[in-house]
């Protein structure tokens, strides 16, 4: 064994106490999320929550108390994040119908459902963006407790905008003057959200959204804000929003030149930090085909945690996917994603893999696969980097890259594992085999 190792090892041990649990997972190739290469034959001893040890077989000692879980013939990695999830909405095509119908039921069956299935899809952390607040911190608490299943989340509550859409205003809080708009991100933060949404906000006064973003920051609360429309983009850049959403409702063919120039010198301010955006980009990269070919709409894994009644309304919303409201801009906006995508990846923006998880057709169980299918095999990305967008960076962005993100000594064992090469197959994350949770199997 090597000597450093060993010793690292054995002082891991030493300060922990006798009736801490051993796991030894053994066997697999380690995508560790850093930039290393990878580990074949690898070794990651977990003790209770944490990693305390990586290495490989004939160099790492596996304990002898150790419950031995083999990845042989395994991609070992860091667990999934997902950082643009909706927990509120599991697929149905009509909101309007769904928020009435269910507003008394998303604390209970609906978002622990939508948290529980992605958990068996592989991931273990996740960046809720928008539902009521006092459900939004009820399930993420609930969560951490170790009362229901889900991934580690980071919510926002409920958007902040100019005037809330008719009938969503539990989940959508409108602002009608900079004082306003403080008042209404020190509730957010003082009921404890973990980030700020703001969208719609070339809708709003250029000082109501210098107020939103400076308000969050003065609370230590990054600010993540829509990029459909191009004045969106600008304001968010110019009064300093954190991490931008999606790749743009606007047909245009590409981002225009002054949003390109402002996107560079932000990029280029080592001092701002980095600049993240989540482009979502494959529930419209993939629709044209999915009218066509839809029987994953007849997959189970989506019905995990919610009662019949509410997978038979789903199922029914769903009846036509050419005829669903929320795509029919889609095919003009088709064309462009790509650009816009190759636009920001080019221009020093670090991506992030988001879904929007829980719009129409996509569901928990599986849309975070896809979209790390679409960068890899139809956008040229690199498996790697794609891994380290849905692992490593987001753990970044949230600041919570010293606990999670990577499979890495002190930090919580969120470890996955998938049979295959997924280096060389990444859709095989679709069907992940083992998932470990803050140290406990729990798939």
Same mark, same amino acid.
């Given at each position: 064994?090597?000597?450093?190792?060993?010793?690292?090892?054995?002082?891991?041990?030493?300060?922990?106490?006798?009736?801490?649990?051993? /796991?030894?997972?053994?066997?697999?190739?380690?995508?560790?999320?850093?930039?290393?290469?990878?580990?074949?034959?690898?070794?990651?001893?977990?003790?209770?929550?944490?990693?305390?040890?990586?290495?490989?077989?004939?160099?790492?000692?596996?304990?002898?108390?150790?419950?031995?879980?083999?990845?042989?013939?395994?991609?070992?990695?860091?667990?999934?994040?997902?950082?643009?999830?909706?927990?509120? #909405?599991?697929?149905?095509?009509?909101?309007?119908?769904?928020?009435?119908?269910?507003?008394?039921?998303?604390?209970?069956?609906?978002?622990?459902?939508?948290?529980?299935?992605?958990?068996?899809?592989?991931?273990?952390?996740?960046? $809720?963006?928008?539902?009521?607040?006092?459900?939004?911190?009820?399930?993420?608490?609930?969560?951490?407790?170790?009362?229901?299943?889900?991934?580690?989340?980071?919510?926002?509550?409920?958007?902040?905008?100019?005037?809330?859409?008719?009938?969503?205003?539990?989940?959508?809080?409108?602002?009608?003057?900079?004082?306003?708009?403080?008042?209404?991100?020190?509730?957010?933060?003082?009921?404890?959200?973990?980030?700020?949404?703001? #969208?719609?906000?070339?809708?709003?006064?250029?000082?109501?959204?210098?107020?939103?973003?400076?308000?969050?920051?003065?609370?230590?609360?990054?600010?993540?804000?829509?990029?459909?429309?191009?004045?969106?983009?600008?304001?968010?850049?110019?009064?300093?929003?954190?991490?931008?959403?999606?790749?743009?409702?606007?047909?245009?063919?590409?981002?225009?030149?002054?949003?390109? $120039?402002?996107?560079?010198?932000?990029?280029?301010?080592?001092?701002?930090?980095?600049?993240?955006?989540?482009?979502?980009?494959?529930?419209?990269?993939?629709?044209?085909?999915?009218?066509?070919?839809?029987?994953?709409?007849?997959?189970?894994?989506?019905?995990?945690?919610?009662?019949?009644?509410?997978?038979?309304?789903?199922?029914?919303?769903?009846?036509?996917?050419?005829?669903?409201?929320?795509?029919?801009?889609?095919?003009?906006?088709?064309?462009? /994603?790509?650009?816009?995508?190759?636009?920001?990846?080019?221009?020093?923006?670090?991506?992030?893999?988001?879904?929007?998880?829980?719009?129409?057709?996509?569901?928990?169980?599986?849309?975070?696969?896809?979209?790390?299918?679409?960068?890899?095999?139809?956008?040229?990305?690199?498996?790697? $980097?794609?891994?380290?967008?849905?692992?490593?960076?987001?753990?970044?962005?949230?600041?919570?890259?010293?606990?999670?993100?990577?499979?890495?000594?002190?930090?919580?064992?969120?470890?996955?594992?998938?049979?295959?090469?997924?280096?060389?197959?990444?859709?095989?994350?679709?069907?992940?085999?083992?998932?470990?949770?803050?140290?406990?199997?729990?798939?």
């Amino acid at each position: 064994m090597n000597a450093r190792i060993a010793a690292a090892l054995l002082a891991a041990f030493a300060v922990l106490p006798v009736h801490a649990r051993t /796991l030894a997972l053994v066997g697999g190739t380690l995508v560790d999320g850093t930039l290393r290469d990878p580990i074949a034959d690898s070794v990651v001893i977990v003790r209770d929550e944490r990693i305390v040890a990586v290495g490989s077989q004939g160099e790492l000692a596996i304990p002898a108390d150790a419950e031995i879980v083999s990845t042989e013939g395994m991609t070992v990695l860091p667990g999934l994040w997902d950082m643009h999830v909706h927990l509120m #909405i599991n697929g149905h095509a009509d909101y309007a119908h769904w928020d009435k119908a269910y507003a008394g039921r998303l604390r209970d069956p609906v978002m622990p459902a939508s948290a529980r299935q992605l958990l068996m899809a592989g991931v273990t952390g996740a960046r $809720d963006l928008g539902a009521p607040l006092a459900e939004s911190i009820a399930v993420r608490d609930a969560i951490r407790r170790g009362e229901i299943d889900g991934p580690t989340l980071f919510v926002s509550g409920p958007f902040i905008q100019k005037k809330p859409y008719p009938g969503t205003e539990a989940f959508r809080w409108g602002v009608d003057s900079p004082a306003d708009a403080r008042a209404k991100v020190k509730r957010l933060a003082d009921a404890g959200v973990d980030v700020i949404k703001l #969208i719609d906000q070339d809708q709003m006064s250029e000082a109501e959204v210098a107020a939103v973003i400076d308000e969050a920051h003065k609370r230590g609360k990054p600010v993540v804000a829509h990029a459909h429309r191009p004045e969106e983009i600008r304001r968010a850049l110019k009064y300093g929003a954190d991490c931008l959403e999606h790749t743009g409702l606007a047909a245009a063919p590409r981002y225009p030149d002054d949003i390109m $120039d402002a996107l560079r010198e932000r990029t280029a301010n080592m001092a701002a930090g980095p600049l993240f955006w989540t482009p979502t980009i494959e529930g419209l990269y993939n629709f044209p085909y999915v009218v066509k070919h839809h029987e994953h709409i007849d997959d189970a894994r989506w019905h995990l945690g919610l009662p019949p009644d509410i997978v038979a309304d789903i199922r029914a919303s769903l009846a036509h996917p050419e005829r669903i409201a929320y795509f029919q801009q889609t095919p003009q906006r088709w064309p462009t /994603l790509q650009t816009k995508f190759e636009q920001l990846r080019g221009n020093g923006v670090l991506l992030l893999v988001g879904t929007d998880s829980g719009i129409p057709m996509k569901f928990h169980s599986d849309s975070t696969w896809h979209e790390l299918e679409v960068w890899v095999n139809r956008l040229g990305v690199p498996a790697v $980097d794609a891994i380290r967008a849905a692992t490593y960076w987001p753990a970044v962005a949230m600041k919570a890259d010293k606990d999670y993100g990577s499979v890495a000594e002190g930090k919580y064992a969120d470890i996955i594992a998938v049979r295959g090469d997924a280096l060389r197959h990444i859709a095989l994350l679709q069907n992940v085999d083992i998932v470990i949770k803050h140290g406990k199997r729990v798939k």
